[in-house]
């Protein structure tokens, strides 16, 4: 293998790829870059224990000729040495492979050769059977992404709970995430055919899905099949394992009834949360009482034991039902609830002191939020 190739495509294709590179593996395959060219351009290609990620770069762009390829082949090349190099050549790179995979790459009057490996040794791309395909433009994927994925489970006791579960019902589109003691589920239509199925996606997948793509103005196809999924935009290929746990099935968990139902100023709401866990954070799980002073005042309060204490009342825009009512909740939890809401008021809704705060929009049913309650 050999070519030229223009610098700054060509690192930014190689430091995006190399990211998803497990360092700590004992295959060596896994921990390696492959680069291969041949006349249409070059693919650089990099894999984990659940993400396949692929970007092609055309030898022609817009702005003319980035890649001349000389001689067709491909290599695997450890990134540790290789992705710091191209951070420091100066210009345009010229990179020739010989029978022994030694790698020459030369800048302006930089030579640096590095030891590779045969290419063969490398996982084959997931091969995805009866699929199904949707195109849905990049900045409702993002909201669906972000609006989701922080409520994911970090422990691997039930794999089902460490991805994000979506629902596909012909032109309806359902993102479920939960960790068991808060959930959140969002609802939304979408453009594309219509389609019927249930994935659940590894969260890493969908946060490097977000990175791929933050910046894309565009329409990005998916992929699904029994085992994997596949995110496709521009010269961008992410293959992911699917979950294959099962899922639970969230609608037994969500209260019916209601106690008591408060409207507040989301901004205003956050601030007083985000207060709260200042001294919160000395506990476990960031403990914030909660309690409904009238039509019109809620009080919230933090105890830190030796610490100290911190108390707010907040006015409210309205409480119907309940106002006698307290409850403990995770204060982290609820912080980062209301900051993947866009909606300037919300909907509190209370059931009992130890069941389910449910929030909701004031309109509609665009998306719900639980969070438990904690014992005081």
Not at 31 to 37: D, N, P, R, W
Not at 103 to 113: D, F, G, H, Q, R
Not at 238 to 259: D, H, M, Q, R
Not at 315 to 323: L, P, R
Request: charged share 20%; proline share 4%.
């Amino acid at each position: 293998m050999e070519f030229n190739v223009n610098t700054t495509a060509f690192k930014n294709a190689v430091f995006s790829v190399s990211r998803i590179i497990q360092a700590k593996t004992a295959q060596s395959e896994l921990a390696s870059l492959k680069i291969s060219a041949d006349t249409e351009g070059i693919i650089i290609e990099a894999v984990n224990s659940v993400l396949t990620m692929k970007r092609f770069l055309p030898c022609m762009d817009n702005e003319g000729q980035i890649i001349h390829v000389i001689r067709s082949g491909s290599i695997l090349i450890s990134p540790a040495y290789f992705v710091e190099l191209l951070k420091k050549l100066p210009g345009k790179i010229h990179m020739k492979v010989n029978e022994n995979f030694q790698l020459k790459i030369e800048s302006e009057n930089i030579s640096t050769t590095l030891s590779g490996m045969d290419p063969s040794a490398f996982p084959n791309q997931p091969f995805l059977e009866q699929a199904t395909m949707i195109q849905i433009h990049t900045d409702t994927l993002r909201k669906v992404i972000e609006q989701t994925l922080f409520a994911v489970s970090h422990h691997d006791a039930n794999p089902a709970l460490t991805g994000v579960n979506w629902v596909f019902d012909k032109k309806k589109w359902y993102s479920i995430a939960t960790n068991s003691q808060r959930l959140v589920l969002t609802r939304q239509s979408h453009a594309g055919k219509e389609i019927n199925g249930s994935y659940t996606i590894p969260a890493k997948a969908l946060a490097e899905c977000l990175h791929c793509f933050k910046n894309d103005d565009k329409e990005i196809t998916i992929t699904f099949s029994n085992r994997f999924i596949l995110f496709q935009g521009g010269d961008i290929q992410l293959y992911s394992k699917l979950i294959t746990s099962s899922f639970p099935n969230v609608g037994k968990l969500i209260p019916a009834e209601t106690n008591t139902e408060i409207i507040v100023e989301t901004a205003e709401f956050l601030k007083g949360i985000d207060r709260m866990i200042l001294l919160a954070s000395s506990k476990k799980n960031h403990n914030v009482a909660m309690k409904v002073g009238g039509k019109k005042t809620i009080t919230l309060k933090s105890d830190a034991g030796e610490i100290g204490e911190i108390k707010e009342s907040q006015a409210v825009i309205q409480v119907a039902g309940d106002t006698d009512f307290h409850i403990i909740f995770d204060g982290e939890y609820m912080k980062q609830s209301l900051q993947a809401i866009e909606d300037t008021s919300i909907k509190l809704i209370l059931s009992g002191p130890y069941r389910p705060i449910r929030i909701e929009p004031l309109e509609g049913d665009s998306y719900l939020h639980l969070i438990s309650p904690l014992r005081g």
